[in-house]
């Protein structure tokens, strides 16, 4: 099942898609029921916003997969590398990308994002299930060069608009081995796999619930396959996640 936030000018709502349409819910499915109202809005009419707002925290995973921290000059960690985005940092399709001033190599980074269900701590890799609302596509928006300046990733992962998220929430979904790529400007630039993850999605889960309690609606980016690269003003990039949908911003410097 796939759910959409959108709007039509007004508040932003919830609707679970079919077809064309957007069957349009009550209230926010991270903290009711899914209810459908019975109103359905044609898709095209709707604009689609990132799919979930985390309350609380994105927290993001550097160096999942073994050809991006090669192709970066980097050893496969040995545990998972955490870091963290807020949520400032959410944009939804089709908003823009807005470079940093102080950075001149902003590079895309397309990833599987797991969305979570419910309050929980030390969640042991067998129950990681039990605590995932759903899925979407990620755009781990990275400033390269001031990452590799900084002692830390913040400046580097964190500013405004580094995190595109859709273009819808899915439940439901086989994650063992869906396609992740990015594109830009049409021309392909990553093109992996999730069967590629260093560290699998319960793995993960656990992992950062030893660190912090993860509350409803946080995000987990689960790190990014080969081929990161630059993104410039004027381009757009597409993250792609077989199962998902295509997530497309353009990239503007003001
Ligand atoms: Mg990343």
């Not at 919830?14 to 459908?36: H, I, K, M, R, W």
């Not at 946080?218 to 997530?247: C, H, K, S």
């Amino acid at each position: 099942m796939r759910i959409a936030r959108f709007t039509t000018g007004d508040d932003p709502r919830y609707a679970v898609v079919d077809g064309d349409d957007l069957e349009v819910l009550s209230g926010d499915p991270l903290y009711t029921p899914l209810n459908p109202t019975g109103q359905r809005v044609p898709l095209e009419s709707a604009r689609l916003l990132a799919p979930i707002i985390p309350r609380s925290k994105i927290v993001g995973i550097g160096r999942n997969y073994a050809a991006h921290a090669a192709e970066l000059g980097n050893e496969v960690p040995e545990r998972p590398i955490v870091f963290l985005k807020p949520n400032t940092s959410v944009i939804g399709p089709d908003d823009p990308i807005v470079l940093p001033s102080y950075s001149r190599d902003v590079h895309h980074e397309a990833e599987l994002a797991v969305v979570i269900s419910r309050l929980c701590k030390d969640v042991p890799p067998e129950r990681a299930k039990d605590v995932i609302l759903g899925y979407t596509a990620a755009n781990d928006v990275t400033a390269r060069d001031v990452q590799k300046e900084d002692a830390t990733w913040t400046r580097g992962k964190s500013f405004d608009t580094s995190c595109p998220l859709g273009p819808f929430l899915v439940m439901d979904l086989d994650i063992s081995d869906l396609r992740v790529q990015a594109r830009v400007d049409g021309d392909l630039r990553q093109d992996g796999s999730t069967a590629q993850m260093i560290y699998s999605v319960p793995d993960l889960i656990a992992y950062v619930s030893s660190i912090f309690t993860l509350l409803p609606g946080d995000v987990i980016l689960t790190g990014t396959p080969a081929g990161v690269g630059p993104i410039e003003e004027g381009q757009r990039v597409e993250v792609e996640v077989e199962g998902i949908g295509v997530l497309g911003n353009p990239v503007v410097r003001r």
